[in-house]
């Protein structure tokens, strides 16, 4: 297919709210090791990633026939900093997947339209499909992979969403950035390593590669069960997800603040305070939470973070400029009694680091003496 069509469509797809529209051959090699991540087990409990591997090794499993992979990206870096480290930038939206998804539709119709093809000729994923996102990305020369695994735009720096369009049309490929040797990690990273240096639970174990059972962003959004205890003081008031390692990369002084007509921001959930949060009932969770990405944890998976979040920000020794201590502990100590066994453990986790051992044993048994909060303490002492 000539240059001019793909400039088209390229054109067109912008047009449509992808910031970037970048082109790559599906015959490209993307993989540069997924099988021995999850060999070497760093996919944790997330086990859709192994059924679901041999397809994303191989797009003609997917769609066969494939004979491009369009790569979009939408810019979500809102211009400035939004206060608060509760929730990860991207969260602060109503669900990425819900608002893009009717433009990659669109996106098809454009296809359709100007390659004479027919729908089942492509297919079209946000995040939730068996596509190496990344590995596309940085073969279409969206950008390259930092040694914080992360898709690095020179333009967008770390805060770029992507999706994907698989499709039977042979566009002229987009260059990788540097054609020498485009699957080396930190490409332009040179000397630097402040994401691998920032990361709070030390999940890299080599530059370029993540140990989810490390990553404060799969604990708090797709674990469903305990948050191993060695991991829970180091990670801050975070409730949903991590930027820690985007956040401190240079790159990111580059970055155009986004269109964002893909995406509809929600900073108010920036200002949702964190006693709020453990006192978050099913109803106010849905009223709240309804059509974001957050939506996913459920309740008992926000509470569980949020007690951890508790125990971290009201810690015994950790000064409490605005007297939010009791207050928490007291959200604690209901908690301690909730329905979820995973709440009631992280609770009392959390209650001992902001009472002390003693005096939240004491709280507890008084709120059990009470009737008001069945929980067994001794399950959850370590
Ligand atoms: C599973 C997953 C996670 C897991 C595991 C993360 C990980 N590093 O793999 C967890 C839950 C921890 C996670 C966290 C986050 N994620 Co996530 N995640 C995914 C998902 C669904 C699959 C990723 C995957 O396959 N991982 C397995 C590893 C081995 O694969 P990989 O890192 O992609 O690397 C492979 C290829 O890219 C290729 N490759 C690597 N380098 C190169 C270089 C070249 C040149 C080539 C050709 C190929 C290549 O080889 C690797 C092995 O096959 C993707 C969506 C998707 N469908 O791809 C989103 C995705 C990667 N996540 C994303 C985001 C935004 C995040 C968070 C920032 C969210 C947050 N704020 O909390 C964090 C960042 C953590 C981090 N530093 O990686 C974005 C990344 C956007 C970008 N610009 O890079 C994606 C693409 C979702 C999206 N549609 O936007 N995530
Ligand atoms: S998202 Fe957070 S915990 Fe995960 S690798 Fe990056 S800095 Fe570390
Ligand atoms: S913080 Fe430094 S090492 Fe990490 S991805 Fe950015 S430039 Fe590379």
Redesign the pocket.
Known sequence: MNRERREQLRERLRGLGFDVVRFAAAD???????RE??AAG??AE?TW?ERSADK??DPQLVLPGAASVIVL?VNYWPGREVAGTTF????LHQD?HDTITPALKLAGHAIEELCAVGAADYRY???????????????AGL???GK??????REHG?W????TILVRVPFAADE?LAATE????GLFCGKCTR?LDACPTA?FPAP???D?RR????H???NRGFVPRELRAKFGARVF???E??AVCPWNRFAQTGRSELLARRHDLAQLGLVELLRLTPERFREVFRGTAVKRTKLAGLLRNACIAAGNVWAADAPDPAGGRPAAAAELVRLAGHESPVVRGHAVWALRRVLGADRAATDLATARAAETEPVVLAEYVD
């Open positions: 490209t090699v993307v993989d540069r090791g997924l991540w999850l760093h996919q997330m990633l994303r090794l990206g990860a930038r991207y969260a990425y994923y946000v995040d939730a499909g068996p596509v190496l996102e990344r590995g596309w990305a940085a073969a950008g390259f992979r914080n695994a992360n898709v690095i735009s770390n770029l969403l992507l999706a990788a485009p699957g080396r990690t994401c999940a370029g590669v993540v989810s990553c404060i962003s799969y708090t959004i797709e997800g991590c930027d390692c985007l």
